[in-house]
């Protein structure tokens, strides 16, 4: 018990840093789907896919039927994906960051079945699966 009395404020700063390396784990927003999943979606139909990596990252290569809206312009365009709230929606980006606060902006704004392709593009490319251009 000494020991705890006499270190408190090195076990807090262990605890503090702790739940701070945690956070981002324990906050993803959305579903999170690896590539094979994004593909069984994709061929089921039942799926829109949304790019919110910029225009030149879009240009260099993307999945096959995806709509690119850049992540900083959501918020203002997000009406275009109206007629998808009944669909799922993939989000995708390079890695899977910017996809995992575009899928929140995309719950807030009312769609149910936000999917974010775990990886990104990142991982569409290493499972070997083609990208259009």
Known sequence: MKFFIDNIFIIAIVLVSGGALLWPALTQRGKRASALEVTQLINRGKATIVDVRDATEFASGHLPNAKNIPLA??????????GAKSKSVIVVCQSGARAASAAGLLQKAGFADVVNLDGGVAAWKTAGLPLSK
Do not use: F, H, N, P
Request: net charge negative; no cysteine; charged share 50%.
């Open 73 to 82: 312009d959501l918020a203002k365009r997000v009406g275009e994906l109206d």
